[in-house]
């Protein structure tokens, strides 16, 4: 079956940095997204990793190792808006995003 | 104004009922979808149009019905409402045109079946 594992929750400082990984086993890769979704609200798009290494994007990282079926997203600099849920989506074989349940990142002061 | 669009945002029923939720989408993207949202699981696919004539079934499509009504007009109807369908539904949109296919979410409509 197909299964993406991520940590169900985490904490960390404001002003700190913290890494969220994600593993994945699926039936095919064509990618693999990262997204942000507060309590409530809708999941925002943060990055897209195809190729093995890392993307950054302002405060932002994604890295990927295909061969190892791992990401991470790191957030530097934290501030108390980046508390919120992160998701990890794969998509497989038929194109067909696949979800982690995300991670609940609590920032504290 | 808010590219993905969707009605009711919240919305309490009973056993039984017949529940239609709408998704409009200003993005002029030909593909839509409809995901529910668990408390402790990740997004679960419904269903998802590529365009107005193709309709497809996602991983947990059973006691849900959709039309496309338009490019951008997708809505889900539960036929005969069950309390385990009580679940956070959101549309999402993708232009199909780009090799990331990226997904755009609407705000989400809060069901909840007693």
């Known amino acids: 079956g197909q299964n993406i594992d991520q940590p169900t929750e985490m904490t960390a400082t404001e002003g700190a940095i913290v890494q969220i990984n994600c593993t994945y086993q699926t039936s095919g890769f064509n990618g693999l997204f990262w997204y942000q979704q507060h309590a409530g609200e809708a999941p925002t798009f943060l990055s897209y990793?195809?190729l093995d290494g890392l993307e950054e994007k302002g405060r932002f990282s994604s890295f990927l190792s295909r061969s190892k079926g791992y990401s991470y997203l790191l957030l530097k600099e934290l501030q108390m808006k980046d508390s919120a849920s992160y998701l990890c989506?794969?998509?497989?074989?038929?194109?067909?995003?696949?979800w982690g349940a995300g991670t609940k990142l609590i920032i504290k002061p | 104004d808010a590219d993905v669009t969707q009605t009711p945002r919240n919305r309490i029923t009973k056993t039984g009922k017949r529940i239609m939720l709408e998704c409009s989408q200003t993005k002029g993207h030909d593909r839509m979808y409809w995901y529910r949202q668990d408390p402790g699981l990740g997004l679960r696919l419904i269903y998802y149009s590529f365009d107005v004539k193709d309709i497809n079934k996602g991983e947990i499509s059973d006691g849900y019905s959709v039309s496309r009504q338009a490019q951008a007009k997708f809505s889900l109807s539960l036929e005969s409402a069950i309390p385990n369908q009580t679940a956070l539904y959101f549309c999402a949109t993708s232009d199909g045109t780009t090799d990331t296919d990226t997904q755009y979410f609407g705000p989400g409509t809060r069901l909840t079946v007693l």
């Open positions: 990793n195809v």
């Open positions: 989506a794969v998509l497989d074989s038929n194109y067909q995003l696949i």
